[in-house]
């Protein structure tokens, strides 16, 4: 019997000794010291540093290691993490430098974003990526819903920074806010109402774009271009003044925007884009300060302004009233 005892107890010990250096080996799921398994690690800055990918992990929660075969890792860059719908959580190390405002976007299962206490680059507040000083928002998680209010300190909210939040309903700015990146808002489609701080003078590419709930927007009196896509499919919004200093409108600005009943371009926009007011419909009407006539408007903005195409034609269905100097 004793023998039997000294056998069973020998054979436990090898599997034992067996699964610890197994371990040691591999690392366990999530072991802050080696990260999560499948993560993709690119070498940078002349093979010193690594830059990290999402690779072949798609869900759960995320630890991002500090350090790779004996190097830091210090980036997360453009769509590390697009897409990735079943990722919850991000842990980021202290050792990282640099993050895309991009890194995470359409993460529609993400819940937080943390960064670890001692970087000295960024932190997180509510699970959203702020830069250390918290003066700029990086990257909100894309499950974030409900009303939020970013923190007052913040004066720059990032290009593609709520991308794709779409159970986002109300978003509070601060007032010292100045300046709002590409693609900031893109289809936040629960998104009812915004208000833009008086600081910021423009509306950048696709800041808006196919936000197809929003009924109201402030745009204030300092903006001066409204970019590339600003309004793209805003499909609800019943009411926009743009402000009289503005100068330009890009390509496909409003292009989609067929709750609006009217729209005035001030006399002191210069410069419109193709489609910048295209599908809209013949219960439309965009009065036009700048310009007496259509041939008028054509030499200043070019033929496609308020144009679209539609089963290989070109369409203009809006009803235009020009104005002049008015």
């Given at each position: 019997?004793?023998?039997?005892?000294?056998?069973?107890?020998?054979?436990?010990?090898?599997?034992?000794?067996?699964?610890?250096?197994?371990l040691s080996l591999t690392g366990c799921?999530?072991?802050?010291?080696?990260?999560?398994?499948?993560?993709?690690?690119?070498?940078?800055?002349?093979?010193?540093?690594?830059?990290?990918?999402?690779?072949?992990?798609?869900?759960?929660?995320?630890?991002?290691?500090?350090?790779?075969?004996?190097?830091?890792?210090?980036?997360?860059?453009?769509?590390?993490?697009?897409?990735?719908?079943?990722?919850?959580?991000?842990?980021?190390?202290?050792?990282?430098?640099?993050?895309?405002?991009?890194?995470?976007?359409?993460?529609?299962?993400?819940?937080?974003?943390?960064?670890?206490?001692?970087?000295?680059?960024?932190?997180?507040?509510?699970?959203?990526?702020?830069?250390?000083?918290?003066?700029s928002v990086i990257a909100a998680p894309?499950?974030?819903?409900?009303?939020?209010?970013?923190?007052?300190?913040?004066?720059?909210?990032?290009?593609?920074a709520f991308y794709h939040c779409s159970?986002?309903?109300?978003?509070?700015?601060?007032?010292?806010?100045?300046?709002?990146?590409?693609?900031?808002?893109?289809?936040?489609?629960?998104?009812?109402?915004?208000?833009?701080?008086?600081?910021?003078?423009?509306?950048?590419?696709?800041?808006?774009?196919?936000?197809?709930?929003?009924?109201?927007?402030?745009?204030?009196?300092?903006?001066?271009?409204?970019?590339?896509?600003?309004?793209?499919?805003?499909?609800?919004?019943?009411?926009?003044?743009?402000?009289?200093?503005?100068?330009?409108?890009?390509?496909?600005?409003?292009?989609?925007?067929?709750?609006?009943?009217?729209?005035?371009?001030?006399?002191?926009?210069?410069?419109?884009?193709?489609?910048?007011?295209?599908?809209?419909?013949?219960?439309?009407?965009?009065?036009?300060?700048?310009?007496?006539?259509?041939?008028?408007?054509?030499?200043?903005?070019?033929?496609?302004?308020?144009?679209?195409?539609?089963?290989?034609?070109?369409?203009?269905?809006?009803?235009?009233?020009?104005?002049?100097?008015?």
């Open positions: 019997m004793k023998t039997n005892k000294t056998i069973v107890c020998g054979f436990l010990a090898a599997i034992f000794t067996l699964a610890f250096a197994t799921p999530n072991d802050p010291d080696t990260g999560t398994p499948g993560l993709e690690f690119t070498l940078i800055n002349g093979d010193t540093e690594y830059s990290v990918r999402a690779g072949t992990v798609d869900s759960g929660a995320v630890i991002i290691p500090a350090n790779y075969k004996g190097k830091p890792v210090t980036e997360i860059g453009d769509n590390a993490f697009y897409y990735k719908t079943k990722i919850t959580r991000i842990t980021i190390p202290a050792s990282v430098t640099s993050i895309s405002g991009s890194a995470f976007s359409s993460c529609s299962s993400l819940t937080s974003i943390n960064v670890d206490s001692g970087n000295p680059h960024y932190t997180s507040k509510g699970g959203i990526l702020y830069n250390k000083t918290k003066t894309g499950a974030i819903s409900g009303a939020v209010t970013i923190l007052e300190s913040v004066t720059e909210i990032g290009g593609y159970s986002l309903t109300e978003i509070t700015i601060p007032a010292g806010v100045t300046d709002i990146g590409k693609s900031a808002f893109s289809s936040c489609r629960s998104l009812t109402s915004i208000t833009i701080p008086a600081g910021v003078t423009s509306i950048s590419y696709g800041t808006f774009w196919n936000c197809s709930r929003l009924t109201e927007i402030t745009i204030p009196e300092g903006v001066t271009s409204i970019g590339d896509n600003a309004f793209y499919n805003c499909s609800r919004l019943t009411e926009i003044t743009i402000p009289s200093g503005v100068t330009s409108i890009g390509s496909g600005a409003f292009l989609g925007c067929g709750s609006l009943t009217n729209i005035t371009i001030p006399a002191g926009v210069t410069t419109i884009g193709a489609g910048a007011f295209g599908f809209w419909t013949a219960s439309q009407t965009i009065y036009v300060r700048g310009y007496a006539s259509e041939s008028e408007a054509k030499r200043a903005w070019g033929t496609y302004w308020n144009r679209h195409y539609s089963d290989g034609n070109i369409e203009i269905d809006a009803n235009i009233i020009y104005s002049g100097g008015q």
